[in-house]
């Protein structure tokens, strides 16, 4: 079993469409949760960091940590097009173990 | 954020010379550096960690001797990728972090071994 699992897609939605991406872990001693955007070619860009379970939000961006059933989720609301990129789930401190990412894609 | 500079962004070389990869970090002391490698449709996988005027920590079933990362200051690690070979083509990516903080991530190269 892989230390995070995440769907790889790729899932494609209208413009305007709430996304939603997930990830499941193994490791209950895991703390900081974060996702990443990465687009083509291009290395990966911190979206949201969360430490321990809760909510974030940040503009269209909401961050989910369920530390009980080990399981993270990424809302975008009102998705546009510039969002089409890949979506990475990490966890970690410094050296991250990083989900398998998901393919994005905003159709206008 | 902070910023990481990853230098060359692509690179393009023969079979059996090696290739040198630098990331600066460019706004703040990096104490630690990370090297990734990530192929086509795949996830990051840890290379190597390392920490300033120490050697690297390396990744089960990552060849030390291939992959040579030196980080001699707190602000620059390079990865050299020794004898290349097509195989060893990928997107290679570094990240930095301060006292173990989180970690910010370079634009990434693009090796390819021809």
């Known amino acids: 079993q892989k230390e995070v699992e995440q769907d790889p897609g790729p899932l494609s939605v209208p413009e305007g469409a709430i996304v939603s991406l997930n990830c499941t872990y193994s490791?209950?001693?895991?703390?900081?949760f974060m996702w990443y955007r990465q687009y083509s070619r291009k290395g990966p860009e911190l979206l949201m960091y969360?430490?321990?379970?809760g909510n974030k939000e940040d503009g269209r961006f909401t961050a989910q940590v369920d530390k009980s059933s080990k399981y993270i989720s990424l809302f975008i609301r009102d998705s546009q097009p510039s969002d089409s990129a890949t979506y990475l789930c990490?966890?970690?401190?410094?050296?991250?173990?990083f989900g398998q990412g998901t393919e994005l894609s905003v159709k206008p | 954020g902070a910023v990481v500079s990853q230098h060359p962004s692509w690179v393009i070389c023969k079979s059996g010379t090696s290739v040198k990869i630098e990331c600066r970090s460019l706004?703040?002391?990096?104490?630690?550096m990370f090297w990734y490698r990530q192929f086509p449709k795949q996830s990051l996988m840890l290379m190597a960690t390392?920490?300033?005027?120490?050697?690297?920590?390396?990744e089960q079933g990552v060849e030390k001797d291939k992959f040579l990362i030196n980080h001699a200051s707190l602000t620059l690690s390079t990865l050299t990728v020794t004898s290349a070979h097509p195989e060893d083509s990928s997107f290679y990516i570094c990240?930095?972090?301060?006292?173990?903080?989180?970690?910010?991530f370079g634009q990434g190269t693009r090796l390819t071994v021809v």
């Open positions: 969360t430490y321990s379970s």
């Open positions: 490791n209950s001693a895991f703390q900081y």
């Open positions: 390392s920490n300033e005027g120490s050697k690297a920590t390396y």
């Open positions: 706004d703040f002391q990096a104490t630690t």
């Open positions: 990490a966890m970690g401190r410094g050296k991250l173990i």
């Open positions: 990240s930095a972090s301060e006292q173990g903080t989180e970690a910010f």
